[in-house]
């Protein structure tokens, strides 16, 4: 069961190391339910703060799956990113995963131009067209590789746009522009590969939906924006 959740868990945060921050500007909060097999079973929160030319956010995730009472799989997460000028420069997280700790710290070295990954599953260097998952910034849609929010590890992956479609969140209608995501590499295990159907409202910048399916069919849902 744990290893085909897995996936859902590694692409839970998402942006890019440009990422038009200024689309954001005078946003404070975006909260998303999670939701597996039509039940609401935790939250991914996201908070926006501007302060000269730097802005952060900071993510909390949580959620638990269970069987027969029986918790059989759980996430427990705090990250935080840095912008200046529209530029990643530092990202950390801390996650425990069914009580096992994972962490990322990155930092953007500005004399080799190029991220600096201390990760529980990779340490080493990244170039500046990588995206650290979230689901608020857009950016993820133009991006050819990301760096997992939970370990630092590098995957490639391809973004296919599949079309504008009507979908209703919470009883409101939102125009949405369909992707799907995908890794580029499908020689890789099962529980190690991407693959999301997203929604994106052009409107107001915002993902509204993701959806997945491995044992189970998984979504996160816009609830409320400020």
């Not at 597996?36 to 959620?63: A, H, L, P």
Request: aromatic fraction near 16%; hydrophobic fraction near 35%.
């Amino acid at each position: 069961m744990r290893k085909y959740i897995y996936p859902l868990v590694i692409f839970l945060f998402a942006s890019k190391a440009f990422s038009h921050t200024s689309h954001y500007e005078g946003l404070k909060k975006i909260e998303m339910d999670v939701v597996r097999n039509g039940e609401v079973i935790g939250y991914t929160n996201y908070y926006f703060e501007k302060e000269n030319d730097i802005m952060t956010v900071k993510n909390y995730t949580k959620f638990k799956v269970k069987l027969m009472g029986v918790t059989v799989f759980s996430i427990l997460s705090e990250a935080t990113e840095k912008y200046e000028n529209d530029n990643l420069i530092y990202f950390k997280s801390n996650t425990f995963q069914n009580n096992k700790e994972k962490y990322v710290n990155l930092n953007y070295d500005k004399s080799l131009k190029k991220f600096i990954i201390d990760g529980s599953s990779y340490k080493g260097e990244a170039s500046l067209d990588c995206i650290i998952g979230n689901w608020w910034n857009h950016k993820i849609f133009t991006s050819s590789k990301q760096i997992s929010p939970l370990s630092g590890s590098i995957k490639e992956q391809i973004v296919t746009f599949i079309g504008k479609e009507k979908i209703n969140i919470n009883n409101k209608e939102y125009l949405t522009e369909h992707y799907k995501l995908k890794s580029k590499n499908q020689n890789l295990p099962d529980d190690k590969k991407l693959n999301f159907d997203i929604w994106y409202n052009p409107e107001n910048n915002l993902i509204i939906k993701v959806s997945y399916s491995k044992m189970g069919n998984w979504e996160y849902r816009l609830k409320n924006f400020e």
